[in-house]
């Protein structure tokens, strides 16, 4: 902070009262000319996605903020590996607008896939140019994939040969994009020395058949947080013997992987002693055997 020598301006706000509201607008308009942050509405549009989610009748959508140039309604854009086209746009009270300019939050429908928060939307002059870098970048991750798989194996084989950890593969799918990184790093959190937990696939959207037939291929669970499963995943989840798990509340979700966890440790084996016995003699009854013994410490029942 500022009052202890350094340079982070701290200033007391209260969302309920909307004490200090004044001062930390005035603070954010006094960094901003001191860092000299500044953008040009007139340059290609970049935007970052904070938040993405399916939502009924519109498909993928995301909320972004404008960094740079202005984004408008019938916009072609490219967001990681996904091309898409600004169908239409909401502000922050929920209502349509037509362009949105640099730090502008907006709710842009119009994806044709979900983005993942963090990936940057860029303008485009075409829908074709679009497309074209779309499809570059989706072959290179498909050539990411096939070469990690190799590397994957190899690792699993070498575990598996050393008697290491065994694997409980997860694949995820949560309402929102935020919700599925916060359960994944809660879950990467959870420390075992035998059981190693591995996202096959973590994203938000409804649980799909394509998720089930993933999960039996590679012997993984399903987890839903705040979602549906659609009417073929039921039929595929039957068909394949995969098991689903949904979940409203992120602790009980966390705590059923932990179980799961414990679950794959192999039991151990422990051996209590209750009394030690000296034979001194040995007796042939009609039933075999039978010993005499002297008990030298603890008890025989």
């Not at 073929?232 to 992120?250: M, Q, T, Y």
């Amino acid at each position: 902070p500022v009052e202890f020598g350094g340079s982070t301006e701290c200033v007391e706000v209260s969302a309920q009262t909307g004490d200090g509201i004044d001062d930390l607008m005035e603070l954010l308009a006094l960094q901003a000319e001191v860092l000299e942050l500044n953008a040009n509405p007139k340059a290609t549009p970049r935007a970052s996605v904070i938040e993405a989610r399916v939502q009924a009748g519109k498909g993928a959508t995301a909320t972004v903020i404008i960094e740079d140039g202005t984004l408008k309604v019938g916009q072609a854009f490219i967001c990681g590996p996904f091309a898409g086209k600004v169908k239409s746009m909401l502000d922050d009270h929920g209502k349509p607008v037509k362009k949105a300019g640099p730090s502008t939050p907006v709710e842009v429908i119009g994806f044709a896939e979900l983005p993942n928060v963090g990936d940057t939307l860029v303008g485009m002059d075409n829908e074709r140019k679009a497309k074209k870098l779309a499809e570059e970048r989706q072959a290179e991750k498909r050539q990411e994939r096939l070469g990690g798989k190799k590397t994957r194996m190899a690792d699993i084989m070498s575990l598996v040969k050393g008697g290491q950890k065994a694997q409980l593969n997860l694949i995820l799918k949560s309402d929102v994009q935020g919700s599925v990184g916060a359960i994944t790093g809660a879950i990467d959190d959870i420390e075992s020395e035998k059981v190693e937990c591995r996202f096959i696939h973590a994203a938000a959207g409804n649980i799909t058949e394509s998720d089930i037939l993933l999960a039996s291929s590679s012997g993984g669970i399903v987890f839903g947080f705040n979602t549906k499963v659609e009417s073929k995943a039921v039929a595929a989840a039957k068909r394949e013997g995969v098991e689903i798990k949904l979940f409203s509340i992120v602790y009980e979700l966390i705590d059923t992987v932990q179980e799961a966890m414990l679950g794959m440790l192999e039991p151990e084996t422990r051996e209590s002693i209750l009394g030690h016995a000296t034979v001194r003699q040995v007796f042939k009854v009609h039933k075999g055997l039978a010993a005499g013994c002297y008990i030298s410490d603890g008890k025989v029942d």
